[in-house]
């Protein structure tokens, strides 16, 4: 199982991202998927979740309204839209599958003006 992500940059404050992750070696239409955020000298924190089943969302109150994540089965890839960014937003991101306890390499995002 792999997980490749990509999509992060640098922006100013205010600006938008999408970050991608593409999901290959598993059904993937069948597993929740989630996008986790480390900053240096932070613990990783999970910044959204979706359900495969009922494509339920989840977001902690520092993202949500912001963030969004969505999934297209047809690409096996999980996306997470992110909007408004914040300097606070500046990690990087990483993609999980739960079930499997797979992580991705990374993507780093940095919110500068």
């Known amino acids: 199982v792999q997980l490749v992500e990509s999509g992060g940059d640098l922006v100013q404050p205010g600006e938008s991202l999408r970050l991608s992750c593409v999901v290959s070696?598993?059904?993937?239409?069948?597993?929740?998927m989630s996008w986790h955020r480390q900053a240096p000298g932070k613990e990783r924190e999970m910044v959204a979740a979706?359900?495969?089943?009922?494509?339920?969302?989840w977001y902690p109150d520092s993202v949500r309204g912001r963030f969004t994540i969505s999934s297209d089965n047809a690409k096996n890839t999980v996306y997470l839209q992110m909007n408004n960014l914040k300097p606070d937003d500046s990690a990087v991101y990483y993609c999980?599958?739960?079930?499997?306890?797979?992580w991705g390499q990374g993507t780093q995002v940095t919110v500068s003006s």
């Open positions: 070696g598993l059904t993937f239409s069948r597993y929740g």
């Open positions: 979706i359900n495969s089943v009922t494509n339920s969302t």
């Open positions: 999980y599958v739960p079930d499997i306890e797979r």
